[in-house]
């Protein structure tokens, strides 16, 4: 077995066990880490970790209610609220800074640049986040010490920067072909509903947290900033990868605002996802996606080919053309 697997391996025992068990049970810790290892082509077509993985979903959520209901009950929703606009800032983070990215990560940023029109694209990293948060003394001490890790660092990033200036956070391996639908800048809460069907119990098809665009102070973007803010005054790691999912998840099924201002959204991008498939193909062999489909949602966590058997992939071209490739 190759040692990466075995630290996989090692690392989903120590989540699932010492991390998650006290707080959501045995049960939950051996069938969390029985998906942890079972292949995702298995698992993504297999009806019985289908059923596992929709149980450990709800023993989640059940834990997120009893201990972080409050905070949606009590939260005092604001009547006044702000619009996107046309030139609110775009917000992208990459925590060693932007030259230190993949080359796929830095395309990705760089066609995002390109498309971004009247919005002002702001690049944090470990050097310059400060300029443009105040974040509690606990969340900061708790990422030094290593409980908050960098990812789920950076959903406390965009809560608070969304809230505290409005604007559209944008993760960074997010490719764009053409700027954003004029609509979006009167809106004042938007994301990416790219199925609109939400039957699963943390309803992920329904909103997508790598894009999210708020007015100033607003509501939805408040509440989910409190809940953060709340969870790591009271817990010291994490019970859940997909944690700001599952709270976006609480307050739909407990707010009828949240519920209304989420359904409001219209469904589009629904191939986000299917380029990143694709990357390693030749191009000639790239069948056309959705026209209404610009923003799409890449990874820079695999082996990419820039050429096969003499043709360019899609990566290939994509990186040629720095940004400007229009699929």
């Known amino acids: 077995m190759a040692l990466g697997k075995l630290e996989y391996i090692k690392n989903s025992f120590n989540q699932n066990f010492n991390v998650c068990r006290p707080a959501l049970g045995w049960k939950y810790a051996f069938n969390s880490m029985l998906l942890d290892v079972v292949p995702h082509k298995i698992r993504n077509r297999s009806h019985f970790c289908n059923r ?189 990868y997909l944690l700001i999912d599952y709270f976006i998840t609480l307050m739909y099924e407990n707010n009828i605002e949240v519920q209304d201002i989420i359904d409001a959204v219209e469904i589009g991008n629904v191939d986000i996802f299917n380029l990143m498939p694709k990357l390693n193909q030749k191009i000639s062999k790239t069948k056309k996606f959705d026209k209404d489909t610009y923003i799409f949602k890449l990874t820079y966590k695999c082996d990419f080919l820039e050429m096969v058997d003499g043709e360019k992939t899609v990566y290939g071209s994509l990186i040629g053309e720095k940004g400007r490739f229009v699929i």
């Open 52 to 240: 596992i993985n929709s149980n450990c979903q709800k023993k989640v959520m059940l834990y997120l209610k009893d201990n972080f209901l409050d905070v949606v009950n009590q939260y005092n929703w604001k009547k006044k609220e702000h619009k996107i606009g046309e030139d609110c800032n775009i917000w992208i983070f990459w925590w060693q800074g932007i030259e230190s990215a993949p080359d796929i990560v830095r395309t990705c940023v760089e066609s995002i640049k390109l498309n971004a029109s009247k919005h002002k694209v702001i690049v944090l990293d470990k050097n310059n986040y400060l300029d443009y948060v105040q974040l509690p003394d606990y969340i900061l001490e708790k990422f030094h010490n290593g409980k908050i890790t960098i990812t789920h660092f950076s959903d406390l990033l965009r809560v608070e920067l969304l809230y505290t200036y409005g604007g559209i956070w944008m993760d960074a391996t997010l490719y764009m072909t053409r700027p954003l639908d004029d609509y979006i800048a009167n809106k004042f809460f938007y994301t990416i509903n790219f199925n609109g069907d939400g039957d699963g119990v943390v309803k992920l098809d329904r909103w997508t947290s790598f894009f999210l665009a708020s007015g100033k102070n607003g509501n939805l973007i408040g509440m989910l900033r409190k809940l953060f803010f709340e969870y790591w005054e009271r817990e010291d790691s994490l019970i859940v």
